[in-house]
């Protein structure tokens, strides 16, 4: 019987494994392996083969999905991986050495070996079908151009292809053509666009080198990612609204939509074998072209997950938003990575007061009883203000409710009864903590409230505005009643109010000091007024009746105290009121606040301001003690240091005292006895006295043991969101150009738990919040893993190629830049130097160059030291010289720099010095010293090129027009000598801008002004298209940023301007890529002759003076 059940049992087992195996084998994949899904990024695939990028390695999987296998594990970001034609050979881009170079190794796994050297961002393309590798760099290029290299991995050897401009390509099988995108990204995640960035389709005969042409310039949107199979081309295009599949024949012809996604774009496909890998948000997916069919990867990842375990922040300085003091001065309380601390000043326990995970804080400061604290956080998804006890120990109070919108950093009253604060909206707050209101006040149309300012007995608050034209305005809050008046006018700008413990007085900042640091318009490059130290301390007398307390001691005064000391009322004296300037203190602010009553009489109020006895500067920061004004003090505006700052509250001898030089911020605490001070990455709590530290070091805040941790995938989510909602509150158009973005939310949000490191979650906020469909978005930074070497190489601002017969490498080109700036020269163009074009380098420091793989290798960590160079010259004798390296990032200016000269030079040359030339790289503060350089010694030319390609933007495009729109009304005519005009350096002749599709942002502001203005044309094409200006100031909580276009531009004709489009050239010339790689800029050679011919047919002359006026005396 035993022997049945036996067999029996064996039997029911046997078909229950087949049942289970059969079960477990319809399982999908993701399912039945060991594993997580993850975050799948540039894909590649070769036959049955697909490697991957998730948590910055590299992966491989099977077609079919399943388990992958890790292929890297470095620390640095792996991407863009490519497969040789051959299937053994992985080429990718990587961080192994700090730059993003090019490296290879084995499919199956192996020791990577670096194929590149540029320095800067090398990133792979492709193989040829012959087994060489394809990849993208600038730097070939003097004007930042990309263009792709063919490197031979057998040999390292580099070969250019001839095009200027290059971003992706893919050769037909003999090589002969080239399919090609002309231009990289453009930068900003804005879904359908299509300005004048847009990535086209180009088709190159390499066999004939005739020039390039455009396959899908019928299309204004993106047509980008060429790849070829069976002679047609399949490629990336968002013809449909959303980026899908389609194909077309070589000529681009036979157009066909193969996928048909909506909502989600599909990005980075590899081809191979008629089968297409491509992303879609997180996922992989792949097509058939043979079946078109398109179906998932089902694909997991065996990993320990290490970016996604909780980590150390080590240096929570960093990360700071927040420091305040508490009212006694013994702690402080920091924000840091949206995490809220109190520290000790001195001995004492650090308190971390929520250990809840993905919240971020935003500000922390100390309510008046010292107990509790006040907090400003999006537990709720929105920006709410809680009460915390400051010993962390207790629960945590939620104040507010309602917000719609960012709130910003509130303050309590001393009572601690009322809570102001100011949010996105332009709008100001007042909350009863006690009857748990909340009441808006106050509304601007110009800017934001700042600088708010609590009286001492918590009945008024002033506050900072904008008035209609611009300057900031000083206002006051009554609490009781809500009236607010203004206290200072709108005719300068005055601003930091702040209150003196009696209540009888109102400090604040003002710039109303306006003496020229120029004296005259006389004298190189347009002298101009200069405004360096305008601002002065004022103080109003809100009563009327007190002596201001720097008033000096006078008999009128003298006979006051006397008629005081035989009972009668008189005002007080200066000493008396320097006493009277604080309240006496001997606990918290709470008890001086009961003591204290402001009265304010606003009768003729703005006719009391009495200015404090201090020489003008650049103050800020201004705080009111017991017994002085503290403030900080730059001394000037170009270059000065920031310093903290005491002047005694007295009229016997007031003496300045510098208490902290290097200062960031200071603040008073509200007993006014200590003050913290932050100088760089310390803090140090000192005495609220008019004398210097006798020991810095010894009131150092110890924050040598503060570390903390955070949960990345919690803090993921929170910056996910709050990128969401940081764009909502700051984007221009409330109503979010019509798009659905409470369900943008909810549609992405799903992909989130698929995140494993940081540039993932980049990647989801970019699709996120690219459905705006705004220039100017752009996703960046953050806490992204680095390296932990980042080795950089010297330069020698030349272009070196191996000459292994000569015995090392040669010098085929050394960059030349204005020899009027001998500092920006090449390392071997200085002078004294007998280097030439065509010398070989043989050995760097005494190592041979044929010794390595590329010369920077013995250039490392060398910019600005001395290397020994033994050369070889033309007649083969060798020499040695001393050179100092520069920077990688220096020799790209350098080779901008000579892209720039050589320009000035052909215009020049081809006018006879008849016409002028300037470059603008960007319209930053820093770019105006390029039009300084070059502006003012051509204005007296006949005309002028200003030259816009290429830049960046800013926000200096009015100093530049306003400059061009000077004119000429009338001339002096000296004894001697040629006649000068009024204006100075206005331009009388002829002007032309050059724009291109790399015009961007203010740069383009700038075009479009020219021409508005009626200054001259513009010849080129059409620019970039991103005309919402930001401020970059919506930060992520780790310092990273999806930046919001903020400021809508419109004309007066009601239309909005350039935006997602660009600005249209009036003349429209395009440097086209072979022919421009040979040497030739059509575009300027049209702007030449433009000019030419205006110059001719309209000449620029100065007038000839009248004839001198005869007045002898007629007999």
């Known amino acids: 019987m035993s022997d049945s059940l036996t067999k029996g049992k064996n039997c029911y087992l046997g078909v229950f494994f087949i049942v289970f195996l059969t079960a477990f084998l319809l399982l999908p994949p993701v399912i039945r392996a060991q594993g997580r899904k993850g975050y799948y990024r540039f894909p590649a695939i070769h036959g049955d083969l697909v490697v991957f990028v998730s948590e910055g390695d590299l992966w491989s999987v099977s077609i079919k999905g399943g388990l992958a296998r890790r292929l890297t594990t470095h620390q640095g970001e792996e991407s863009h991986p490519a497969i040789s034609p051959d299937g053994k050979t992985l080429a990718f881009s990587a961080q192994y050495e700090g730059p993003t170079e090019v490296y290879t190794m084995p499919l199956e796994g192996g020791l990577p070996k670096r194929r590149t050297f540029t320095g800067q ?75 004048g960035t847009v990535q086209n389709l180009w088709k190159f005969d390499l066999a004939h080198r005739s020039e390039a042409v455009p396959l899908t310039g019928d299309y204004p949107g993106t047509s980008k990612n060429p790849m070829l199979w069976k002679n047609r081309i399949y490629f990336v295009s968002d013809r449909s609204g959303t980026m899908n599949l389609w194909s077309m024949n070589l000529d681009g012809s036979d157009l066909k939509q193969l996928t048909f996604h909506e909502g989600y774009d599909v990005s980075s496909p590899s081809l191979h074998d008629g089968r297409i890998v491509y992303q879609l948000v997180a996922d992989l997916r792949i097509y058939d072209i043979e079946k078109e069919e398109d179906y998932p990867l089902e694909i997991v990842i065996p990993s320990d997950f290490d970016q996604m375990r909780e980590k150390w922040i080590k240096k929570p ?79 945590i109070e939620q104040l507010t409710t309602g917000a719609q919108v960012i709130r910003f950093d509130g303050l309590p009253s001393p009572d601690g009864r009322w809570l102001a604060f100011a949010d996105k909206n332009y709008q100001l707050w007042v909350a009863d903590l006690r009857a748990k209101k909340l009441t808006r006040v106050a509304a601007n149309q110009n800017d934001m409230f700042q600088d708010l300012a609590w009286s001492p007995d918590s009945r008024f608050l002033a506050f900072v505005e904008a008035a209609d034209n611009q300057f900031l305005q000083i206002k006051i809050l009554e609490i009781g009643n809500g009236k607010i008046t203004a206290v200072t006018s709108d005719r300068v700008d005055c601003y930091n109010p702040a209150w003196s413990p009696d209540g009888k007085w109102l400090y604040f900042l003002s710039d109303r000091y306006f003496r020229s640091v120029v004296g005259s318009p006389w004298g190189p490059r347009q002298p101009e007024p200069y405004f360096d130290r305008t601002t002065k301390i004022y103080a109003l007398g809100l009563t009327g009746k007190d002596v201001f307390p720097w008033t000096p001691e006078n008999e009128l005064l003298a006979e006051a105290k006397e008629t005081n000391k035989n009972g009668e009322k008189a005002m007080p004296s200066p000493s008396s009121a320097r006493l009277s300037n604080a309240t006496r203190t001997s606990g918290s602010k709470n008890r001086a606040s009961k003591e204290t009553r402001v009265e304010i009489n606003y009768q003729g109020l703005q006719d009391r301001v ?24 730059r001394e000037s505006r170009a270059a000065g240091r920031p310093k903290l700052k005491a002047m005694t509250i007295t009229n016997r001898r007031p003496k300045v005292v510098t208490l902290v030089e290097g200062v960031r911020r200071f603040e008073l605490s509200a007993s006014g006895r200590k003050i913290m001070v932050q100088k760089e990455a310390e803090f140090y709590v000192i005495d609220a006295a008019p004398r210097k530290p006798a020991s810095l070091a010894d009131k150092k805040v110890d924050l040598s043991q503060w570390q903390f941790s955070i949960d990345p995938r919690s803090e993921w989510r929170q910056m996910f969101i709050d990128a969401w909602r940081m764009e909502r509150d700051y984007f221009y158009d409330r109503n979010l150009h019509g798009v659905d973005y409470e369900g943008l939310l909810k549609r992405h949000l ?111 960590h060398t910019a600005g030291t001395q290397v020994l160079l033994e050369l070889k010259d033309s007649k083969g004798q060798r020499y040695k010289e001393i050179v100092y390296p520069i920077t990688l990032s220096a020799e790209a200016d350098l080779r901008y720099s000579e892209w720039e000269y050589t320009r000035r030079l052909k215009v020049e040359e081809e006018t006879s010095g008849e016409v002028g030339y300037v470059h603008l790289r960007a319209m930053g503060g820093n770019n105006y010293t390029e039009w300084v350089k070059n502006f003012y ?78 200054l001259g044309k513009v010849i080129g094409v059409r620019t970039w298209g991103g005309e919402i ?87």
């Open 121 to 195: 961002t090398s990133r792979v393309v492709g193989w040829t079908p012959t087994g060489k590798i394809i990849y993208a760099t600038q730097k070939y290029s003097t004007l930042p151009n990309i263009q792709l290299v063919v490197l031979d991995p057998a040999t390292n050897e580099e070969t250019l292809i001839p095009l200027a401009q290059a971003a992706e390509g893919c050769f037909t099988p003999d090589e002969k053509l080239l399919i090609f995108t002309r231009l990289p990204f453009q930068g900003s995640y804005t879904k359908r666009y299509k300005g």
């Open 317 to 395: 300085v960093d990360y700071l938003t927040s420091a305040h003091i508490s009212p006694e001065g013994d702690r402080l309380v920091f924000v840091s990575r949206g995490n809220v601390f109190v520290a000790p000043v001195g001995d004492g326990r650090w308190v971390r007061i929520s250990y809840k995970e993905g919240i971020r804080h935003r500000s922390a400061r100390f309510f008046p009883d010292e107990k509790n604290l006040m907090l400003l956080n999006d537990q709720t998804g929105e920006w709410e203000f809680y009460r915390s006890p400051a010993d962390g120990l207790g629960k």
């Open 610 to 633: 009495f200015e404090v006895p201090l020489p003008p500067s650049v103050y800020s920061s201004l705080t009111v003690g017991r017994k002085a004004l503290f403030f900080i003090d």
């Open 750 to 860: 799903p992909y989130l738990e698929r995140v494993s490191d940081r540039q993932e979650l980049n990647d989801l906020i970019a699709h996120l919040v690219g459905e705006l469909s705004a220039l100017h978005t752009f996703v960046r930074g953050g806490d992204i893993r680095r390296p932990p070497d980042n080795i950089l190489p010297g330069s020698l601002g030349a272009r070196l190629v191996k000459d292994e017969a000569a015995g090392g490498w040669r010098i085929e080109h050394i960059y030349r830049t204005d020899p009027e700036y001998p500092e920006k020269f090449s390392p071997l163009a200085r002078p004294g130097l007998k280097i030439k074009e065509g010398d070989v380098i043989v050995t760097i420091n005494g190592r041979s160059t044929l010794s390595v793989d590329h010369p920077s290798l013995l250039l490392r």
């Open 937 to 1014: 010694p051509v204005f007296n030319r006949k005309g002028l090129i200003i030259d816009v390609r290429h830049n960046r933007g800013g926000n200096i495009d009015s100093w530049i027009l306003e400059k061009l729109l000077r004119k000429a009304w009338f001339y002096w005519q000296p004894r001697v000598g040629n006649p000068y005009w009024n204006m100075q350096y206005a331009f009388r002749g002829h002007m032309v801008v050059l724009c291109n599709e790399f015009t961007a942002s203010d740069g383009e502001a700038f075009t479009e002004g020219f021409r508005r203005l009626g």
């Open 1029 to 1115: 200006w930001l401020t970059s100031s919506n930060r992520l909580v780790d310092r990273g940023i999806a930046t919001a276009a903020e400021f809508g531009v419109y004309g007066p004709e009601r239309e909005w301007l350039i935006e997602g489009h660009g600005v249209e050239p009036d003349i429209v010339v395009d440097n086209l890529p072979y022919e421009t790689f040979q040497g030739r800029d059509a575009q300027l050679e049209r702007a030449i002759a433009f000019l030419k011919e205006l110059i001719k047919k309209e000449p620029v002359e100065i007038p000839p003076h009248p004839p001198y006026p005869v007045k002898k005396i007629k007999k």
